[in-house]
């Protein structure tokens, strides 16, 4: 978002990569501009030229819009084969600063005067986005002279209760007016070098997302559905929650406690749903982390929930039987960051091994290729990593009985395109020893079409593992043959489509092929539709019971499984 003169607001998209402007007084959406080709439109800034300029994914360009007749103008791509041309900001003199991403990272500087990119000094390298002020380019950490980019002394200090400290610049906040700066929990102001920075008091900032402030001054962060607002006459920062009733978004994940409730939670969202499944009343969480990103699936232990998040890499513990308190860090609480080790997203979900730890499969960081399975304590805190089991690829598929992971891996990065050269591989690792005792390549795929997520799942009566590769018919592996078996039946059964498969601890599994939910017997690799949803089945999850729980849109629904003759608990 960014606001323009006029009582307008821009606004980028992502998925179909268009501008949209929107009157503030009329309160209606005046102009959608399409940017032809690009998916995503990132942050924007307004040049000394009196465009706005932004930057986009996938073709990792710079475009900028006249604010008066709305043409956009295509700037090219600066820095090939960067995807990404992740933040724009700019200098004083009309010049824009863009800082590319992923697979050759680089700072750029582009003239609209000549219409050419020249590499940005090495002091600049590695910065992410700016703001001018006085005679200086402020970044979060470097100041740089605003006309030669050279970097000068950081020019900001605080005064806390134990002494003057150095602070960061808090760049959602700063412009050409005021810098604000951060210090653990606290804001502050510099309006002047020559002045000390003003403390602006108030509490509640712990894990807000500021976003701006307005002309009185006043700061405005987001808090998963609160508004958080200083009021700097009052030396208080009050919690408004946003009076709009979020809409239904589809489950990314769905999870069964086993005690009568679904879990689930949305992609692009840190917060987690609890539904009873009898009454299908639902309880929304605020978020489990101010990290951005979402929780990829959680597990549990003793009636507490652990969850794997994207994208600080976090194993979070939530209790929903002791008092919510996400601003003292109590509960929900981190247990531990795999991103300290570079290990970003949990495209392979959690799950406790019978040893009562947590094993979850990780991508790394952006820019790179890998992946790892972290096997974390959850009452110590204690974790360790098996790196790479089948080589530099991302886990997107695991499992796991007393002695083994079963690992299933996807050749995509974080922000990197496929790789051409690659095949996403199946395996059996020791976890001892991390020593791989089975591996196998996927004979069928389209590298430009493979999906990011392997379902795998291992049927704990028969000890068989489940998986299925971009939407390929499931296979069946077993243990102790150490093969693929009864490869003729399961190629009658429909490919798996759903993000993961569910086990129903009686000898058969189900997933989700198209809007079919599919049971597939484990011992004969015979299968049956068991249901038909109105829309494609994403999540899915099973209690042992007999009930069956699958995500189709924005609705969940109870698939009942129980023999006649049996009675639920």
């Known amino acids: 978002l960014a606001p323009l003169a006029g009582n307008r607001v821009a606004y980028g998209t992502f998925y179909d990569g268009h501008i949209m402007i929107f009157d503030l007084k009329s309160r209606k959406w005046i102009k959608d501009v399409d940017v032809a080709g690009e998916k995503y439109l990132w942050n924007f800034t307004l040049g000394a030229d009196g465009r706005l300029y932004g930057g986009t994914y996938d073709g990792g360009k710079l475009v900028s819009m006249n604010l008066e007749t709305y043409e956009v103008k295509d700037h090219g791509a600066g820095a090939p084969p960067n995807l990404y041309a992740r933040f724009v900001s700019s200098l004083p003199d009309g010049r824009i600063v863009i800082r590319y991403s992923t697979e050759k990272p680089v700072v750029k500087v582009y003239d609209p005067k000549s219409g050419s990119y020249t590499t940005a000094p090495e002091e600049m390298q590695g910065i992410k986005n700016g703001v001018p002020w006085q005679n200086l380019f402020i970044t979060a950490e470097k100041a740089f002279d605003a006309e030669t980019l050279k970097q000068v002394e950081w020019p900001f200090r605080v005064l806390t209760g134990s002494g003057e400290t150095t602070a960061p610049a808090q760049m959602d906040l700063s412009s050409s007016g005021s810098i604000y700066l951060t210090y653990k929990d606290d804001i502050y102001r510099v309006d002047n070098a020559d002045e000390p920075a003003a403390l602006i008091p108030g509490e509640n900032y712990h894990g807000t997302r500021m976003i701006g402030v307005t002309e009185g001054g006043r700061l405005v962060g987001v808090r998963g559905q609160e508004l958080v607002i200083s009021n700097p006459d009052e030396g208080s920062a009050e919690l408004k929650a946003i009076p709009v009733k979020p809409k239904p978004r589809p489950p990314l994940f769905l999870a069964s406690d086993n005690s009568g409730h679904v879990w689930g939670g949305p992609e692009f969202g840190q917060n987690v749903f609890i539904m009873n499944a009898n009454s299908g009343e639902t309880t929304n969480t605020q978020v489990v982390s101010y990290q951005g990103g979402e929780v990829y699936d959680v597990d549990f232990k003793g009636g507490v929930a652990y969850m794997a998040s994207y994208s600080g890499g976090e194993i979070i513990r939530y209790d929903p039987l002791e008092v919510w308190n996400e601003i003292g860090k109590q509960n929900p609480k981190r247990v531990h960051r795999v991103a300290e080790e570079g290990y970003i997203r949990p495209a392979a979900g959690c799950t406790f091994g019978p040893d009562g730890k947590l094993y979850s499969g990780w991508w790394i960081g952006y820019g790179k290729y890998g992946g790892c399975i972290c ?72 590298d430009e079409s493979t999906t990011q997520s392997t379902p795998l799942i291992v049927e704990e009566q028969t000890g068989r593992v489940a998986v299925s590769k971009d939407g390929l018919s499931v296979q069946i592996f077993d243990p102790k043959q150490r093969a693929f078996i009864l490869k003729e039946e399961t190629a009658k059964a429909p490919g798996a489509t759903s993000f993961v498969m569910a086990s129903m601890h009686n000898g058969k599994v189900v997933y989700g092929a198209g809007s079919d939910v599919v049971e597939l017997d484990m011992t004969t690799g015979g299968h049956r539709v068991i249901a038909t949803l109105p829309e494609l089945v994403f999540a899915i999850t099973a209690d042992p019971v007999g009930f069956v729980y699958a995500s189709a849109g924005t609705g969940v629904y109870e698939i009942n499984l129980i023999p006649e003759d049996e009675d639920r608990d």
């Open 375 to 446: 096997i974390t304590d959850v009452e110590a805190g204690k974790y360790r990593l098996i790196e790479n089991p089948l080589g530099a690829q991302g886990v997107s598929g695991l499992d796991v009985d007393e002695k083994y992971a079963y690992v299933a891996t996807a050749i995509h990065g974080n922000g990197l395109p496929v790789m051409k050269d690659k095949a996403p591989q199946f395996g059996m690792v020791e976890l001892d020893s991390g020593k791989v005792v089975f591996q196998h390549d996927f004979d069928q795929y389209n």
